[in-house]
T-cell receptor, first 113, second 113 residues
């Protein structure tokens, strides 16, 4: 069954701690994305990658980091520099090019302890 | 960069009524406009999309219209049902850049039985 898998579903972060959210896809998509979703804010782009070993900052990259060592995987690290990390995080993937819709994972809800 | 405005933020209708959600975009180079539906606690899913060489597209009870001159596009849902209750996001993809979509802030549609 093809799709995107995010884990964990819920995550708690302590002060000063870095946490990593996992995102894996088996759709053979070149592009992967991380979004942050807050109530009333829509989907805000954190980072995206269109090819292995390359990624670009989105609109709200400060306090986050990513890696793209494999086509299937695009983990997101929320660092201690992100002072307001409580949010719902969505990973997505797509083919690269015009008219390509995004396929989303089920999301990870991150909260502060 | 692209800017997408979506209205209204909340829409409440009676079962059987029609619902219309409107989006405007700023970049005339955008040429792909998908709509996503996100049910409570679930992932956003593509429900319909339109390309800039088409003025209208229908799929059963949903339709999307595009006015390139005015730079706005709308989602129309007819004969609404309680299961249509969800948050709907519009997006605009810029073919002249990196193909990264810009999302609207979302519309919470509530269909009362």
């Amino acid at each position: 069954d093809g799709g995107i898998t995010q884990s964990p579903k819920y995550l708690f972060r302590k002060e000063g701690q870095n946490v990593t959210l996992s995102c894996e896809q088996n759709l053979n998509h070149d592009a992967m994305y991380w979004y942050r979703q807050d109530p009333g804010q829509g989907l805000r782009l954190i980072y995206y990658s269109q090819i292995v070993n390359d990624f670009q900052k989105g609109d709200i990259a400060e306090g986050y980091s990513v890696s793209r060592e494999k086509k299937e995987s695009f983990p997101l690290t929320v660092t201690s520099a992100q002072k307001n990390p409580t949010a719902f995080y969505l990973c997505a993937s797509s083919r690269v090019g015009v008219s390509q819709p995004q396929h989303f994972g089920d999301g990870t809800r991150l909260s502060i302890l | 960069g692209e800017n997408v405005e979506q209205h209204p933020s909340t829409l409440s209708v009676q079962e059987g009524d029609s619902a219309v959600i409107k989006c405007t975009y700023s970049d005339s180079a955008s040429n792909y406009f998908p709509w996503y539906k996100q049910e409570l606690g679930k992932r956003p899913q593509l429900i319909i999309d339109i390309r800039s060489n088409v003025g209208e597209k229908k799929d059963q009870r949903i339709a999307v219209t595009l006015n390139k001159t005015a730079k706005h596009f709308s989602l129309h849902i007819t004969e609404t049902q309680p299961e249509d209750s969800a948050v709907y996001f519009c997006a605009a993809n810029n073919a002249g850049g990196s193909y990264i979509p810009t999302f609207g802030r979302g519309t919470s549609l509530i269909v009362h039985p």
